[in-house]
């Protein structure tokens, strides 16, 4: 028994779910109001006892096992709601290594006193004589007591050792201090001294609720830094951390997008306010760490920056980042409407919110709250904000200028894999431009700017919309098709009947049976031919066996090479069809993809020689290709549903990935 089926042995869901809904008996079942959606007339939540499931026949009209509850009414990772699962069922779950666990006791360690420094700035700020100004300007920024306890605010004293003086009576050395990034050292005296100093602080925790360390905002008009985090430390590091997530990944995946703020003092008013799926970012732009954070509980990201010229400067360079972090993960790539998830076909985009000038999410929201809701609403994708930045204050009547503007804009715009969207923004660029449309097609782009291929023209619409984000860059992946294929191979070595299988499946999902021409090496292809002839007969050789009757030095040592390779144990045979089918479609893709390069090159090359004939045979064969490209990805989509589904019914969970 694994460990997630010994846990829901142990529990009642009905204990565990009465936690959160006032459930009634109802039969052999327990219903209540959802907890997920407002509904105050039908009690559409149920409970089933003897399955350990719930249900909600109502608006959500979703389900699933204890582990789904939790993780959707608290906005957990799977890993979250193992842990806290376990601890109430009195599961231990494995321990890790020393080294480990010697790491875990420092950072626990570091988080207590943490925890203890953010009670002490806490009462500070509610009861010290000396925390009367603070008091004042926090009232003043529009917070009530509700919003300074749930973000626990306080205030460090205008003392150079009254922090260290308090914790050292506590029990905690100055290393402990110095560690935690209370305590700081001076450069040349090499004395040591309270950090934070007069100042509003913040504290700052991480994803899964444990504080992290501190923004302290000064107090003094004429200090600097206005913000002054804590330094790089064992739990503390500002490029994995958005300030607010733990409070807001729930709201975050309620409202289908996350809102990206520069501040602090914007997400505490915007929470205050009710819109809380808004987080801060750390530093002057985001890095990928925050990304990754960010996609784990979105699809959708709406940056939400100053109105300033350093503002716009500060999106730029967050988009910048975006498409850097998001190129170099290898199976995405950046376009229009934003980020492109190949590995699960999920789709993300990022939007800009452009804020009244001289205004911040804080100052919006504070003067009118009902105008934060419409300009999130209208926030502008990508492609169009760099338009509006990038021409904003344009000298219309300096053609240099123009040219610049066309240059630095070009390349985005050539990312845009659907052609409408990508005429679309083209025409926009013109006409911010105040230029002919055609003349941005013969723009050359300095070196290293990277304009995309171009592509066929009139190529037809996606099927539906947003699917062709789903097009994707495919370079670098040859090792990645011949891993796959190669484990096609092998897991058809050890079990035949895996062929006929994965074919009907595929049939099914309307996409072709495995032919030799999906192989890429010739003794795979081989290889592919014994096989499926050994398949229709009644005794079929294998491993030595099969070596000998392939008779053939170079397939042998191909097939030696590729027993080599892991098995999968038969216990998890039944998902292994479905597993090889989404690898098949998946070097597939990548082989469709590569056509496509090689097409477009072709094309190019026609259109170079002014020769229309050719031009439209390749472009007829470039959208053949793409609609072959779309019809695939339609599939692995299917298939991939499938077999999360199949997955977490097996396991007992409802996670949202495999």
């Known amino acids: 028994m694994n460990v997630t089926d010994e846990i829901k042995n142990r529990l009642d869901i009905v204990d565990v779910i009465s936690d959160y809904v006032q459930l009634r008996k109802s039969g052999h079942s327990y219903s209540g109001f959802c907890p997920f959606h407002s509904n105050t007339r039908t009690p559409a939540f ?49 321990e890790r290594g020393p080294a480990d666990r010697e790491q875990q006791t420092v950072e626990d360690r570091l988080t207590d006193l943490l925890t203890a420094a953010a009670d002490y700035f806490h009462q500070l700020l509610l009861y010290a004589p000396q925390a009367e100004f603070v008091r ?83 107090l003094d008009p004429d200090g600097l830094p206005k913000y002054l985090n804590s330094p790089q430390t064992a739990v503390f590091d500002k490029s994995r951390l958005l300030f607010g997530l733990d409070k807001a990944k ?11 703020v520069e501040g602090y003092m914007d997400v505490i008013q915007a929470w205050q306010a009710g819109f809380r799926n808004v987080v801060a970012q750390m530093g002057t732009a985001l890095t990928e760490e925050q990304l990754r954070l960010a996609k784990r509980y979105s699809k959708r ?49 990022i939007r800009i919110v452009t804020l009244p000038e001289g205004n911040d999410p804080d100052k919006v929201i504070r003067t009118d709250p009902t105008l934060w809701p419409k300009l999130v ?108 294929q190669a484990n096609y191979l092998r897991q058809c070595l050890s079990y035949p009947q895996l062929m006929a299988q994965v074919d009907k499946k595929l049939t099914l999902n309307r996409q072709p049976a495995i032919a030799e021409t999906d192989f890429t090496r010739p003794d795979d292809r081989a290889l592919w031919r014994y096989l499926r002839q050994q398949a229709g007969q009644r005794t079929v050789a294998a491993g030595e066996d099969l070596c000998d009757s392939l008779q053939d030095e170079v397939l042998c040592q191909r097939l030696q090479a590729l027993l080599t390779l892991p098995q999968t144990p038969e216990s998890e045979l039944d998902r292994l069809p479905d597993s090889l089918v989404l690898s098949v479609l998946d070097w597939r893709l990548e082989q469709v993809r ?49 077999n999360r589904q199949a997955a977490q019914e097996s396991s007992g969970t409802t996670t949202g990935q495999v």
């Not at 300074?148 to 260290?164: I, M, P």
């Not at 730029?316 to 790539?333: I, K, N, P, Y």
């Not at 496509?596 to 053949?624: C, F, H, I, S, T």
């Open 250 to 260: 729930r709201h975050i995946r309620e409202a289908r997008q996350v809102v990206i």
């Open 46 to 94: 149920v409970v089933f006892p003897s399955t350990q499931t719930w249900r909600c026949f109502g608006a959500c009209a979703e389900g699933g096992d204890v582990f789904s509850f939790l993780m959707k009414k608290q906005g957990w990772e799977f890993k979250e709601t193992l842990a806290h699962l376990a601890e109430r069922a009195g599961v231990k779950l494995e």
């Open 301 to 349: 990201f709406v940056l939400a920056l100053d109105a300033d010229a350093a503002g716009a400067k500060a999106t730029l360079r967050s988009l910048e980042v975006a498409r850097e972090t998001l190129d170099r993960e290898g199976d995405v790539r950046f376009d229009a409407r934003g980020l492109v998830r190949h590995e699960g076909r999920l789709q993300a985009d």
């Open 377 to 484: 609403a209208q926030a502008q994708p990508v492609v169009a904000y760099v338009i509006d930045v990038v021409t904003r204050s344009l000298d219309l009547d300096d053609p240099k200028a123009k040219t610049a503007a066309a240059q630095e804009v070009l390349p985005l715009i050539g990312d845009v894999v659907d052609p409408i969207e990508r005429e679309h923004y083209r025409q926009m660029l013109a006409r911010a431009l105040r230029i002919d449309e055609r003349v941005l097609h013969k723009v050359s782009l300095p070196a290293g700017r990277g304009r995309s291929q171009p592509r066929p023209a009139a190529l037809p619409a996606p099927e539906k919309p947003g699917t062709a984000g789903l097009v994707v860059a495919m370079s670098g992946k040859m090792a990645a098709t011949d891993l796959r």
């Open 136 to 218: 004042q300007y926090v009232a003043g920024r529009g917070l009530n007591e509700g919003t300074v306890a749930t973000f626990k605010l306080g205030y460090a004293l205008d003392s150079w050792d009254a922090c260290r003086s308090h914790f050292n009576m506590q029990g905690y050395g100055d290393d402990e201090l110095l560690d935690a990034g209370l305590l700081t050292v001076h450069e040349t005296k090499g004395s040591r001294y309270d950090r934070f100093r007069h100042r509003l602080m913040v504290p700052i925790y991480d994803v899964d609720g444990r504080i992290a360390g501190f923004g302290a905002r000064t």
């Open 594 to 642: 590569s056509l496509m390069d090689k097409v477009m090159q072709l094309w190019r090359e026609a259109q170079v020689q002014a020769n229309p004939d050719m031009v439209d045979m390749y472009g007829q064969q470039y959208r053949e290709l793409t609609q072959m490209f779309l019809r695939m990805s339609k599939a692995q989509g299917a298939m991939s549903g499938m």
